[in-house]
């Protein structure tokens, strides 16, 4: 444990410390295994001292989920190496080298074990018997079952099973913890934000079963949820919504103008768009409305991108739905477009015009989102 502490009283960033806590505190403890008969009882009380000095550090939300720090980061977890687990896989690892090594030494120990009834390689044996899979496998299936509990809570559960693969780039999705480039305690803020861990209104009456009010505090009509406040509340939508909209709009803006060489500012949040960049035969508009034969209300997509060469225009639309929200929202801007190219006003000014739809699918200190354009996902 002193060397967890000094790991978590470090600047790291929160994935490096994770990583850390793997590579100089956990080799203490797995040295022991293949020696000492620990109890189950013994792990998952060090496991759960491990937890509580991440939430001492503020690396750990105390109401986000306990499973998914045990997660890989590129599924949507926070990459934390669970002893219970380790322990497991270390001692059938030591059983499969001892069983299967041909040495006339191992025989020799191989023979001394069976011999005085190891404890160590009986508690093996009987993991492997129970699991019923190889050693190189037992790692994933151990892996597979922490994250179907995770997926299986009601409440911590909601975001991975709102993840639609047909949607949504769910390793894109997840990049900002695979990189975890910010603090450990912004991390852990946003994993609880996700895991409807954040004590709400709604939360203090339904889960704490304090005696409070629901309802949201701004607007008085709705239960306040994590949904409701970050995409739902009317109250927040008049000002709020509309700046974290614009400023989506002008990240994904300023990548586009620096990745068709317009010239841009040296940070996104400095970039203020033009109603018109061009470069060549290139042309990006900003915030344009397009006049179309049929009525259109919602006639001004976010950034129009007109190919002179390929006879092309992408209309890109922005939406920042919440995650149970954004099918809805993709079929309400695909009949806003529905008939694009039999427009014949539409066709005149950019050509064939092919519409993409922009969704919400995560966001850190920069932003993370998707294209989705009819059934295919791409990154941007």
């Known amino acids: ?59 750990h939300h105390p109401k986000a989920d306990v499973d998914r720090l045990y997660v890989r980061r590129k599924q949507g977890g926070r990459g934390l190496m669970q002893l219970e687990a380790a322990h497991a896989v270390e001692i059938t690892n030591l059983v499969d080298y001892v069983d299967r090594k041909e040495d006339p030494l191992i025989q020799v120990v191989r023979t001394h074990k069976q011999n005085t009834n190891s404890a160590v390689l009986q508690t093996a044996r009987c993991l492997k018997t129970e699991v019923q899979k190889e ?10 079952k922490i994250k179907g509990r995770w997926h299986g809570k009601r409440m911590h559960g909601q975001l991975p099973r709102n993840e ?49 009010e629901s309802k949201c505090q701004l607007c008085k009509q709705h239960e306040e949820t994590i949904d409701h406040l970050t995409s ?76 002179k060469i390929e006879e092309t225009c ?3 639309d922005v939406a920042i739905p919440a995650d149970r929200n954004a099918v809805k929202r993709k079929r309400k801007s695909n009949n806003n477009w529905s008939n694009r190219n039999s427009n014949e006003k539409l066709k005149e000014k950019f050509g064939n015009c092919t519409r993409k739809t922009l969704d919400r699918v995560t966001t850190k200190d920069s932003y993370t989102w998707n294209i989705t354009h009819n059934t295919e996902s791409i990154a941007v």
Request: with cysteine.
């Open 135 to 144: 050693t190189r496998k037992m790692k994933d299936s151990i892996e597979e």
């Open 1 to 59: 444990m002193r060397r967890l502490r000094l790991v978590l009283s470090t600047e790291l960033s929160a994935k490096n410390k994770i990583q850390e806590t793997g590579s100089l505190a956990l080799p203490v403890i797995k040295y022991n295994f293949r020696i000492i008969n620990w109890h189950q009882e013994k792990l998952q009380k060090l496991d759960r001292k491990t937890r509580k000095l991440l939430t001492i550090h503020g690396q």
């Open 164 to 212: 639609d693969e047909k949607l949504v780039d769910i390793e894109q999705s997840h990049r900002w913890l695979k990189s975890g480039d910010i603090k450990g305690e912004t991390e852990s803020t946003i994993v609880a934000a996700q895991d409807q861990a954040i004590s709400t209104n709604y939360f203090k009456n339904n889960v704490l079963k304090e005696e409070t």
């Open 232 to 307: 739902g509340c009317p109250i927040l939508a008049k000002n709020e919504y509309f700046m974290r909209h614009d400023e989506v709009r002008a990240h994904l803006h300023y990548s586009i103008c620096k990745a068709l060489g317009i010239e841009t500012t040296y940070k996104w949040y400095t970039h203020m768009p033009k109603p018109l960049c061009e470069d060549g035969d290139v042309t990006v508009l900003w915030n344009q409305a397009v006049h179309t034969d049929r009525e259109v209300r919602a006639n001004k997509p976010g950034i129009i991108i007109k190919n």
């Open 314 to 316: 992408t209309l890109i």
